[in-house]
Every structure is written in structure tokens, then in C-alpha cells.
């Protein structure tokens, strides 16, 4: 309206003070005499239209600055919702990542795992079956003790030195000396049948206690070492397990919120997703010290079953001897005693615990063919590869290196790698963190301050939300190049302000 007014006026002007212009016709000057008129009929009517206007819209005529106010306001909000659309993008394609990770792990782990048990539980069962040879074998050797007891009784009894003799009262008369000296010969020979029975009987019973059941014992209880081991793997790995699904949860739940409940996040999601690789890793690196702690114990096993058939082995070479020293020779004797020598217990021992044995044809191509490593490297080497590892991490903005002071009197500096967050968190980390670091730090971003204490120093105030009143951290940082702090600095301002493109 007020340009119009100006209009108006500039028209009056014109009239008061006409221009030096070449002469007109005269039905030209009276057509414009006319035309001038309509001009000032029209201005008059908009004038009254416009007076009939609301009184908002003269407002907005009158107040333009209103308008550049609201249109700033606009672009700011929008310039917020493409700021928040990039970073929910990028949480989408970070969150893909890890659950396609977390398959990937859990199917490894699981394979990894399975294997250990199987193999497992087929060492017991050789070691069950050997455990049982054992006890038939001491409960052989207790009822031979018996029959030599038995036979030692009758040995004892068994005399024919009264054959043919006269009993007159003191003196054992003989009649036929020649016959009582052969019959003396023979119960010489029961005799020294007897002293041998009683030797061999003691033998016996000290091989059986002393050595077999000695034996016994000490695989049973080694072996029930290794199975309470076992056991307690079990466990641990179960914890763990529970542990992975708590944080894979809350970091799932997390992002449901953000995505389809449009909550605003209360927390750094790059740091509930570094709390599930943590916990992750742990159980990938137990599981690993799992199958080594397998190979292990399957070695012992074989020492054990080594040192096992060996003693049976000698110990039923002795009972041969011991049985033709109280018996005599049989015909048998050294084909028994060659095929005893004869036995290869580390060769047997090994063949019977081989992995062609132990782990089925299906299992060793899969560690062949699938897995492609060998069976040691792949139980005491296990390790899941994460693909997207060598990618550029979608939850992080930046990443500095430089040094942080911890010291409580004097300085005291150590290595720090320095996260920033699409979520405006700020992390530090001992040393150059990866994907599956722990953040030693997390401080955010809003009403941050910096100062510089020189070149190379930059201090940092962070505002730590709490309950009921915020808290303040100050965190020192050292550069090594002067350069580093200025590109910090501008970013962190350029962060505080949104005006930060997502890379």
C-alpha cells in the first residue's frame, strides 16, 4: 500500500511540474487527458480496496522484517531436519552393519562351538570304553588272586609223603625207601609250586593296588579335572552369551526408538553399539581360548591312554612269566610274549585318537573346505572376520589423534584417540581405537567451551548432565602440530552450530 501511496504522489508531482516535451497532436493530449483520469479512478478504487483489507495483512505490508524473521526461522528448521534425516541414515546403515555382523558372529561362534562339544564328547566316550577295560582288568586280576589262593590252600595240604609208611607211635616207618624218595621229590616240586603261588599271588596284589588301581585313580581324577574344565567353559560362555543378547537388545531397542517411535536418543548410539562388540569380542576370544584349551586336554588324554596301554601291556608280559614260573612253559608262551613286545602304544594310541577317528568326515571337509584351515589353526585360532571393518564407520563424524593429560599433580600424558559422534558425543580412547575399542570417555558436545592454553594445547569444559544439577569436566588435550588444534577447534564450533556437512 505504501508503494502505491508513493505512485500517487509521483503522479501529483508530475502534474505540478510537467516535463519539456515535444508538442502533441491534439486528439493525442485529449486521449491522454483521458487516459490519466482512468489512471486516477484506479488508484483511487485500489486505495479503497485497500482499506478494506484485514488487518493482518496490512501488518505483514507494514512489518516486513516479521517475514525474513519467519523465513530465516524456516530454513533453520529445515536445515534441522536434514541435519536429523543424515544422521538417521547413517545410524540405519550402522545398525544394518552390526545386525548383519551379529548373524555372521553367531553363526561362527556356534559352528566353532559345536565342533568343540562333538569332539568332545567322543574323547569321553574312548576314555569311558578305556576306563571300563581297566576295571575288567582289575576285577581279572582279583579273581586270578583268588583261584591261586584257593590253589595255594591245596598245595599246602596236598602231601604224599604217608604213602606206604607205618606210624608205631614216634617214628614214621617206610617201606619201600626207593618209592618214598621219588614221592619225596614230588612233594618237593608241590612245594616250591606252592612257594611260587605265594610270590605270584603277591604279585598280584601289588600290581593290581599298587599300579592298575593306582592308575585308575589318577586318569579318573585328571580326567575329571579336564571335565570340570569343560563345565566351567560352559558356563562362562553361556554368561557371555547372555551378556552379547543384553546389549545387542538395548542397542536393537535403541534404535527402534529413533526409527520407528521417532524418539529423540538419550544416548551415543556408536557407544551401544562399541558396549555390544565388547561384549561380543569377549566371547569370540573365550570361545577361541575354548578350542585351544580342547587340543590341549586332547593331547593329555593321549598321554594318559599312552601311559595307560603301556602299563597293561608290561603288566600282562609279567603275568605270563609269573604264570610259567609257577605253572611251566606252555607251548603259546613265546607267541604270547612276541605279540606283547610286538604292540606300538604311542602308534595304537595315536591312531585311536586321530582326528580321522575322533571328528567325522563331514566335519573335518567342513573345516577344510568351508573354513579352509587346518584343524589345530581353526580350533586355537578361531576368529570371526568382520567385513565391514575396513569401512569408514557411519556413526563417526571425525577422529583425531593426540594426547590427553591424566595426571593428578604434575602432567602426565598418554596416546588418545578421539571419536566425535554423529549423536554430538565425544569420546577418548586409550591408544587407536577400532571397532570393537572401549571409549574411556564420553562427554557431550552441548554447551562445550574451549580455550586454548597455547599452540599445541587445547582445554575443553564439558557439561555433564545429572539428576538434579549438571556437573562440569575439563579434559586437556595436546596436538602435535598447531594445525591439528585449529582443525579441531573448527570443527567442534562448526558441530555446536549444526552447520557441520555429514561425511
Known sequence: MSDQFDQLQEGFVQNEIPEQREQEPFDQIAQRQNNDKKQNFQIEEEDEQDQNQPIGAIQEVLKPEENKKNTIMIKKAETKRIVHQAALERKTEAFEQTKGYELHRSTQVYQHRQLVDSVWARLQKVVTSSDESMKFLVSYMRLRIEQ???????????QLNKLFKDFDGKIMQCNYPEFSKAVR????????????IK?????????????????MNNFTNQNKDLINSYNRFKKTLMDLDKEVLKYFTKYDKM?????????????????????????????????????TWLLNSWNEIKLLETQRLDLVTHTLIEFQNQIMNVYGKINQFDQIIG????????????????????????????????QQQELVKYFQ???????YAELSHPLILKQFSAQRDVGTIGKTWIETGIIITVDHYFLTFDGKPTRFSRPENKYPLDGMKMNTRNALELEIQFVIPG???????????????SDELEEMMYFLETVGQNKFALN
Do not use: C
Open 255 to 291: 534404535y527402534q526408538n529413533m526409527t520407528v517411535k521417532g524418539k529423540k536418543p538419550q544416548k551415543d548410539f556408536l557407544r551401544a553399539e562399541l558396549k555390544y562388540k565388547q561384549a561380543a569380542q569377549r566371547v569370540i576370544v573365550y570361545q577361541r581360548e575354548f578350542g
Open 339 to 370: 605279540a606283547l613286545n610286538g604292540v606300538k602304544v604311542q602308534q595304537e594310541v595315536q591312531t585311536l585318537y586321530s582326528p580321522d577317528f575322533v571328528l567325522t568326515k563331514q566335519e573335518l571337509e567342513f573345516i577344510q573346505t568351508e
Open 467 to 481: 539428576l538434579v544439577m549438571d556437573s562440569k569436566k575439563k579434559l586437556l588435550i595436546q596436538f602435535k602440530k
Open 199 to 215: 610270590i605270584f599271588i603277591v604279585w598280584m596284589q601289588n600290581q593290581t593296588r599298587e599300579r592298575l588301581e593306582q592308575e
Open 185 to 196: 621229590t614230588m612233594d618237593s616240586a608241590i612245594e616250591r609250586q606252592t612257594d611260587q
Open 381 to 387: 585360532n578361531f576368529q570371526v572376520i568382520d567385513k
Open 148 to 158: 591261586e589262593e584257593q590253589q595255594l590252600k591245596y598245595s599246602q595240604t596236598a
